[in-house]
């Protein structure tokens, strides 16, 4: 991870010096063996996770969140995961996500993470366990150009449940659109939208197309090195959606603990496993600064709002000069 490297003034990149990841690592939690809830909740697991699903405690999850590897060759500080025949991706998946199941609760709802590469995958294997809800794609905005093929700007969440009773709810994870063309009644007032000081808005079921989501960069308070950052935004649409509050949410994957992060803003308990000790203390770090912070950005006043449009809400509009006639 360049930890080094010199950074614009403006640069909000969250990193770690030495002492910091020294009193860090004191809060990683490695297990020998099978563990109760309470030993591993609130906590961040520095460990391969395939050494230690058997010894997570059952039936405990109430959300899992799953990001593995997409099938590509990338390079997560120095730890290389190489693409795969589509085939040995499946068998990638096999070798996890059954053993994730005893983890789960009959209510959990589950949602795993990748790209087009990788999906048709995470849908055919997870459809083996689990009951198939819905596929999320999401605008994954900033992405490299292609001269022979169209750009990559997309990746996609599965949803899943255990069973057809879970927890969803709608009224957590509506979106503000800003309203162009208002419709109003015959009486002038307004048809399903809000007239504001601020700008016309309109509260719109969530749908299973997300653009209103901003990729984790240098400007941005959560953003880190890592190549594969999840936004806080889309973590919270999911949590969310799919837990209430002291609900368990599990992170098997957590890279720099952007789950545990939200879960931790919204009032959920949480336990993450990461492998690489650089991440987990940036994971660390991360949920200290929730503690003085909670805010998420885009998300505010109960509800989530389309990218570019709770700015202006924000802004004051200077008040108009009124001419009056003699």
């Known amino acids: 991870m360049k930890q080094n490297k010199t950074r614009a003034p403006r640069n909000r990149t969250i990193t770690l010096t030495k002492p910091e990841k020294n009193r860090y690592e004191k809060r990683l939690l490695c297990l020998n063996g099978p563990v109760s809830l309470e030993q591993v909740m609130d906590r961040t697991i520095c460990q391969d996770v395939f050494e230690i699903l058997d010894w997570l405690p059952e039936r405990s999850v109430d959300l899992l969140f799953a990001d593995p590897p997409y099938n590509l060759t990338k390079s997560f500080n120095g730890r290389t995961f190489s693409k795969l025949s589509l085939e ?3 068998a990638y998946l ?3 996500l059954p053993k994730v199941v005893r983890l789960l609760k009959p209510t959990t709802s589950i949602y795993i993470c990748g790209d087009w590469r990788s999906s048709a995958a995470i849908h055919k294997i997870g459809a083996k366990y689990f009951t198939v809800r819905n596929r999320i794609t999401w605008e994954r905005e900033k992405g490299r150009g292609a001269k022979t093929n169209w750009k990559n700007c997309a990746e996609d969440i599965w949803f899943f449940t ?3 009773e879970y927890t969803f709810n709608l009224e957590d994870v509506k979106l503000k659109r800003l309203v162009i063309a208002p419709y109003t009644h015959e009486n002038g007032e307004p048809k399903d939208w809000q007239k504001s000081e601020k700008g016309n808005f309109r509260s719109t079921h969530p749908s299973n197309l997300w653009t209103d989501i901003s990729v984790p960069f240098w400007s941005m308070p959560e953003n880190t090195d890592h190549p594969t950052q999840k936004p806080e935004k889309l973590l919270a649409k999911l949590i969310l959606a799919g837990s209430n509050e002291q609900d368990i949410v599990f992170d098997p994957f957590a890279g720099v603990g952007t789950t545990s992060v ?6 959920r ?5 990461e492998i690489d000790r650089t991440y987990c203390c940036l994971a660390e770090k991360r949920l200290e600064m929730a503690e003085s912070n909670p805010e998420i950005q885009g998300y505010a006043d109960g509800y989530f709002w389309e990218r570019n449009t709770l700015a202006k809400k924000q802004i004051k509009t200077p008040p108009k000069t009124e001419v009056f006639s003699v």
């Open 269 to 273: 308990r949480y336990f993450a496993v």
């Open 162 to 164: 255990v069973s057809d």
């Open 262 to 267: 939200v879960a931790k803003k919204l009032n």
């Open 88 to 90: 040995d991706y499946e």
């Open 94 to 96: 096999k070798s996890w």
